[in-house]
């Protein structure tokens, strides 16, 4: 059974960093296309950054120079590295794995604005 776990969320305030975590187990990771979605309250869920099997990456407008998507292959996980975060940024995080018509999701880890 394929399970996503992730965690590192919190409280942050705008221009602080925060790093989330992806562990899979059930699987390995290299061989899905790897994200990271967010849902913020009243929004849709949105794709924020992506990884794939062979290692493109790929990020939405909005987080591109200050998020870094990128997987630890000996510890089947995958990272997203947040860095000057603005009051935008507060959502639920949440993991995936695609390949094909197959999705697996993580339960989220929410991420709040601290002013």
């Not at 899979?24 to 990271?36: E, F, N, P, R, V």
């Not at 990456?57 to 996980?77: C, L, Q």
């Amino acid at each position: 059974q394929v399970q996503l776990v992730e965690s590192g969320g919190g409280l942050v305030r705008p221009g602080g960093s925060l790093r989330l975590s992806c562990v899979a187990s059930g699987t390995l990771i290299y061989i899905w296309d790897m994200g990271w979605f967010r849902q913020a309250p009243g929004k849709q869920r949105e794709l924020v950054a992506s990884i794939t099997r062979t290692n493109s990456t790929k990020y939405s407008d909005s987080v591109r120079g200050r998020f870094t998507i990128y997987k630890d292959i000996p510890n089947n996980t995958v990272y997203l590295l947040m860095s000057s975060l603005e009051f935008d940024d507060t959502a639920v995080y949440y993991c995936n794995a695609n390949y094909l018509s197959t999705n697996h999701w993580g339960q989220g880890t929410q991420v709040n604005d601290s002013s």
